[in-house]
């Protein structure tokens, strides 16, 4: 088992930057690739963002793109997902995960979820 603890939410004007981390415990933490998702009032959970179990690899969905960053360290057993320049329609609930294996874009390949944290942009 993996437990995962989101945190960094809140509410903030669209423009400015906002830090999510996530920490695990449980098992080893570089065993397993991470991935930041959203889910919006009343639309389905989407991909934000993944990365390798190294760090060297990372995944973004083409609306963060340029604007999100996750990275990630296996010392501290946390993920982290700056989020800059945040628009209005980046509000959602931000869930971490872990997957042990396959595609990063696909919600059904991870195998453990936190319990998300809000993200609330006002324009």
């Known amino acids: 088992q993996v437990q995962l603890v989101e945190s960094g939410g809140g509410l903030v004007q669209a423009g400015v930057s906002l830090k999510l981390s996530c920490a695990a415990s449980g098992r080893t933490f570089s065993n397993y690739r991470m991935g930041w998702f959203r889910q919006a009032p009343g639309k389905e959970r989407e991909f934000v963002a993944a990365?390798?179990?190294?760090?060297?690899?990372?995944y973004y969905a083409d609306s963060v793109k340029g604007r999100f960053t996750i990275s990630r360290d296996n010392a501290k057993n946390t993920v982290y997902l700056q989020m800059n320049s945040l628009k209005p329609e980046d509000t959602a609930v931000y869930y971490c995960?872990?997957?042990?294996?396959?595609?990063?874009?696909?919600?059904?390949?991870?195998?453990?979820w936190g319990q998300g944290t809000q993200v609330t942009v006002s324009s």
């Open positions: 990365i390798n179990r190294s760090g060297g690899s990372t």
């Open positions: 995960a872990a997957a042990s294996g396959g595609l990063p874009t696909l919600r059904d390949r991870y195998d453990y």
